[in-house]
C-alpha cells in the first residue's frame, strides 16, 4: 500500500499532514510512503528528516499521486489537482464539506473515496483524530499573539515609579475551542479578559479560566446536539448585541470565533458598534473565511475602521506549522490506526463503524453527502 503526501497549494498554507514521526509508524506497517519534495520546509521538516523516517522523495506533484492508494492533505485537492488524482484513490482531509458541497461532488465524479475529518462525530473516541480541536486550539492561542503585536499598549497591570499601566481588556465572542484558548492565552499575558456565547453551559468553563461571562438571560437553547452552536433568535440578538456593545466601548482587543457548520457565519459586531471601540484597539476575525462575525473584515487581510485595526484571518493555525503539523498529523495517524489490519499489512475500512460512516463524503465515486 502507497501512502501519498503532497506539498500543499492553497495560498499561504504551510502545514504538512504528515511529519517524520509518522512516516517511520507507516513504514513499519509495511506501507510505502511518498511525499513531494519540500513539502515539509515550512514546518520545518525538511527532505532528509523525510528520507531518514523511510519517506521516498517525489520530484513533483505528479509523481507523488501517481500509484498511491492513500492520499494524506491538510485541504482538500483544488481543482488544478484533479488531473492528477485516478478512480479508486482514497483522500484523507479537511474538506470543509458543509461550506464546499459541491467540490465534494465534483471529487466523488472522478471515482474517488474521499473522508472529511472536519465531520468526525463528537464522540470521545474521535478526540484523538479531531482536527478540528487541535488546530482550533493553536489558532486561538495565535489569535491573541497577532493582537498584542498589533496592539499600541501594553496588556498587564503594570506598576512603575512614574505611574499605573492598567490591564488591557479582552472581549472573545465564541467559547469553544479557539474562544476557551484565547480566553486562557489573554488571562496568561495579564488581560482582563470578558466572553459571549450563545450556549449559556460554557459560562463555567469560561469563568474556570478566570474571565468574566456576558450573560444574556433566555429560556431558548442554541446548540445543536453534537455540541455545536447553532443559529439564534432575533430577541437574543438584540439583548446579546446590546450586552456586546456596552463592553466593547472599553475593549482593547476583540477576537471573534462563531462559526454555525455549513452556515454563513453570524455578524457579532456591526460598523456602528466598532465606531464605539477605543482608537487603536485590534479584532481578530477568525470566521473571516466564512462571512465573517465583523462587518466589513475580509479574509485575508487588515482594514482600519475609525481608527480600529480589523484582522480578517481563519487560518491562523498555519501560522504556527511546526506545531500544527505535529498535531495535524498525529491526528490522521490516530484515524487510520484501527483501520490497519496487522496481518494482511492493510487498511481496511470498516463502514459500520460510525467515525467512517460519518467522515465518508464519497466512497468509490458514490456521494454520501
Known amino acids: 500500500m502507497i501512502i501519498a503526501i503532497p506539498r500543499e497549494t492553497t495560498i499561504g498554507e504551510n502545514r504538512v499532514a504528515v511529519t517524520p514521526e509518522q512516516v517511520k509508524k507507516y ?15 515550512a514546518s520545518g521538516f525538511d527532505d532528509d528528516d523525510y528520507l531518514k523516517a523511510g519517506a521516498e522523495i517525489a520530484p513533483d506533484a505528479a509523481q507523488t499521486y501517481q500509484n498511491a492508494d492513500i492520499i494524506l492533505k491538510i485541504w482538500a485537492p483544488l481543482p488544478d489537482e484533479d488531473r492528477l488524482l485516478k478512480p479508486g484513490q482514497t483522500i484523507i482531509a479537511n474538506f470543509q464539506a458543509l461550506a464546499h ?53 501594553a496588556i498587564p497591570l503594570m506598576m512603575t515609579a512614574a505611574g499605573t499601566v492598567s490591564p488591557a481588556k479582552v472581549l472573545v465572542l ?18 482582563q479578559v470578558f466572553a ?39 430577541e437574543y440578538r438584540r439583548q446579546q448585541q446590546l450586552a456586546v456593545t456596552e463592553q466593547l466601548a472599553k475593549t ?52 482600519n475602521v475609525n481608527g480600529v485595526t480589523i484582522v480578517g484571518n481563519s487560518n491562523l493555525a498555519s501560522e504556527l506549522p511546526a506545531s500544527a503539523s505535529r498535531l495535524f498529523a498525529q491526528n490522521i ?26 467522515t465518508c463524503v464519497a466512497k468509490s465515486g458514490e456521494l454520501l453527502m
Open 101 to 153: 458541497p459541491a467540490r465534494v461532488a465534483e471529487l466523488a465524479k472522478q471515482g474517488l473515496t474521499c473522508f472529511a475529518l472536519d465531520m468526525l462525530p463528537r464522540i470521545s473516541r474521535a478526540q484523538s483524530m479531531d482536527i478540528l480541536s487541535s488546530q482550533s486550539n493553536l489558532a486561538g492561542y495565535k489569535a491573541v499573539i497577532n493582537a498584542v503585536n498589533l496592539l499600541p499598549r
Open 252 to 303: 482593547d482587543i476583540a477576537v471573534t470565533t462563531a462559526l454555525i457548520p455549513g452556515k454563513k457565519a453570524p455578524v457579532l459586531i456591526t460598523r456602528g458598534m466598532i465606531e464605539h471601540m477605543p482608537r487603536g484597539s485590534v479584532i481578530i476575525d477568525m470566521a473571516a473565511a466564512n462571512g465573517g462575525n465583523v462587518e466589513g473584515s475580509i479574509d485575508n487581510q487588515t482594514v
Open 333 to 358: 495517524y490516530n484515524f487510520l490506526a484501527p483501520m490497519y489490519q496487522k496481518e494482511t499489512k492493510q487498511i481496511v475500512f470498516n463502514y459500520d463503524d460510525e467515525l467512517i460512516s460519518k
Open 27 to 41: 513504514s513499519e506497517w509495511g506501507f510505502q510512503v511518498k511525499i513531494e519534495t519540500s513539502a515539509g520546509t
Open 196 to 234: 459571549s456565547d450563545v450556549r449559556p453551559q460554557v459560562k463555567e468553563q469560561v469563568e474556570s479560566l478566570g474571565a468574566r461571562f456576558l450573560e444574556v438571560k433566555t429560556s431558548e437553547t442554541f446548540e445543536t446536539s453534537g455540541g455545536y452552536a447553532q443559529e439564534t433568535s432575533p
Open 174 to 191: 465564541g467559547a469553544g475551542v479557539a474562544g476557551l484558548q484565547a480566553i486562557a492565552t489573554a488571562k496568561r499575558l495579564g488581560a
